[in-house]
């Protein structure tokens, strides 16, 4: 009997340490996984193209909310950096022979000039081609006066903003006799459409869908990225390719127009106006409202899961 009992003392001792050793077990189980949560992991470092749609949407919004002196004057700051973005364009391309270099440097330029665009969050009509049409497309009642008042005073601030910056540089006398020379050679190539007439109107127009087209992918770009050097590196490379491709884009070219009116005469303000800027304007809103902006919003339609959906219109 003395032995049963010194068995069953012996096996509860053992029992009792089994259990010690699992109570223990899982105690470190649990530290090893609270240990693993803390763990710093890098979450992703873009956007995805619905939730991208959305930012535009949300953006055009909010552009819209605004009255309309504060529009004004964004919309003169963001056509104040396309004068500069114009004169930088050219500044690092002078004397350039190789084609690919010029146009890589011209492009990285101009770039800079978006991106304080972007960046800021100034008003440019070209952006805002992009950006209203994503809310619009998910509301009812498009086109309603504010929306006209609101691009409308987006182009006037652009313009004006443009020609201010291109008054103040002249008055400043910064620039050097290279600098003309090679302003003359750009404003030729933009204004070549000129010899060809009605032929060369429409001309202009396609190339202006073409370029909004790339800005608005720019704008896409830009927007996807959360960091700065990314949002810098999506504005680049869209606009080294318009640049190089000498696409009509309107924003860029009241820049490049603005400095030509003031510092030469090789060409009329309403050639400026009527025989690129009007048929450029045009094709730009084509090209940001309905190849970057509808068609995403159409394509991601089904996943925008934010107020802008049809589900939750206001």
């Known amino acids: 009997m003395d032995g049963n009992r010194e068995q069953y003392r012996i096996g509860g001792m053992i029992m009792a340490d089994n259990e010690d050793m699992k109570t223990k077990e899982q105690k470190e189980n649990k530290e090893t996984e609270a240990s693993t949560e803390k763990i710093d992991r890098p979450g992703r470092q873009f956007y995805i193209p619905s939730q991208i749609v959305d930012e535009f949407g949300e953006k055009g919004r909010d552009h819209l909310s605004k009255n309309l002196p504060a529009q004004f004057l964004l919309a003169l700051t963001a056509g104040s950096f396309m004068t500069f973005g114009a004169i930088f364009s050219i500044l690092l391309a002078i004397d350039i022979e190789t084609e690919g270099l010029f146009y890589l440097m011209s492009g990285v330029g101009f770039a800079a000039g ?16 992009v950006l209203l049409p994503s809310y619009l497309f998910n509301k009812a009642g498009l086109m309603k006066v504010n929306i006209y008042r609101f691009w409308m005073a987006t182009y006037l601030g652009n313009l004006i903003g443009a020609f201010a910056v291109g008054v103040l540089i002249q008055m400043s006398g910064s620039l050097s006799d290279p600098f003309y020379s090679e302003l003359s050679m750009y404003l ?63 924003a860029a070219n009241m820049g490049y127009f603005s400095m030509g009116f003031l510092a030469t005469d090789q060409y009329t303000w309403y050639e400026y106006i009527f025989f690129n800027l009007v048929p450029a304007s045009i094709g730009n809103l084509i090209g940001g409202g309905i190849m970057v902006s509808l068609l995403f919003s159409y394509a991601y339609k089904e996943d925008i899961q934010t107020s802008l959906g049809k589900g939750n219109k206001k």
């Open 114 to 129: 978006y991106a304080m665009v972007f960046i800021s969050g100034a008003v440019l009509f070209t952006e805002v081609n």
């Open 188 to 250: 030729d190539k933009k204004m070549k459409f000129l010899d060809y007439g009605v032929k060369g109107w429409f001309e202009i127009l396609v190339s202006g869908i073409l370029a909004n087209w790339l800005i608005g992918m720019a704008a896409f770009l830009t927007t996807a990225a959360r960091d700065i050097t990314g949002k810098i590196l999506g504005t680049t490379l869209p606009v080294i390719l318009f640049v190089a491709g000498n696409f009509q884009h309107s």
